[in-house]
């Protein structure tokens, strides 16, 4: 039995692996996979659309049948279906209404690559800032990890979500926490920068972390994050003498 997770559509939304495919993709390919959403087996459907979020964009014309799949019964098709249209990207941007629905789905994969996803396509994703906000006190790493990468990926427009990212620069979890920087740094706002100086400051922070603070510091380009900044670098290099 297949495992309820195409882990090659993750993967391929994710950038992580090239999904390119050989053929080129033909407008029957498309029609047979947009019925076999329709099919009365699950597998069947499932596979359909993971077929279809290899096409990414060439299945634009699918996104219709797709945000059906998101009211599926069975969890390998809904989730399938969202990581479908976070391949197909802008061209999916029709699914904004649904995804922000299936942000909130009981299924926490289903919420995770939603999130995902919702940054993926980009236009109208300042719509979902509310629930994505709210995702970021989901009990579930992967879930808030999403969620933050999300509104990062919105950009200048993610401006009001700035105080709950800086939130979770306190988190526990590493991989949160860095995220959050990348966030804040993407978002370019200054009110993110009082949270970055300050988890600069952290000696006993993940290295990684404390880069990419500087670094966003140093985007934003405030003069108190540049002089933050220039003090970072002065007190590696007195580190690094003393050593």
């Given amino acids: 039995m297949r495992k309820s997770v195409d882990w090659i559509l993750l993967f391929c939304l994710l950038g992580l692996v090239e999904c390119n495919t050989t053929e080129p993709i033909q407008e029957p390919e498309i029609k047979k996979l947009t019925k076999d959403l329709k099919s009365k087996n699950a597998e069947v459907r499932a596979d359909a659309a993971f077929a279809l979020g290899r096409r990414k964009g060439g299945a634009k014309n699918a996104v219709p049948v797709l945000i059906q799949a998101l009211e599926d019964q069975d969890g390998r098709v809904r989730i399938n279906a969202v990581l479908a249209l976070g391949l197909i990207g802008a061209g999916a941007k029709d699914a904004m209404p649904a995804l922000i629905r299936t942000l ?16 993926r396509i980009g236009e109208g994703a300042v719509n979902a800032m509310p629930v994505l906000i709210q995702a970021l006190q989901d009990e579930n790493t992967g879930v808030r990890i999403s969620a933050i990468w999300a ?78 900044v220039e003090d970072f670098h002065q007190q590696q290099t007195e580190d690094a003498n003393f050593d």
């Fill in 104 to 119: 909130q789905d009981p299924n926490s994969d289903i919420r995770e690559y939603s999130a995902y996803t919702v940054g």
């Fill in 151 to 228: 509104l990062g990926s919105i950009g200048v427009g993610a401006k009001d979500a700035v105080p709950a990212i800086t939130k979770s620069l306190l988190d526990k979890d590493r991989d949160i926490r860095l995220n959050a920087v990348n966030a804040l740094g993407n978002i370019g706002s200054e009110d993110g920068v009082p949270a970055l100086i300050k988890a600069l400051g952290k000696p006993d922070e993940d290295w990684s972390i404390l880069d990419s603070a500087a670094e966003a510091l140093t985007r934003i380009g405030t003069l108190e994050g540049m002089q933050a």
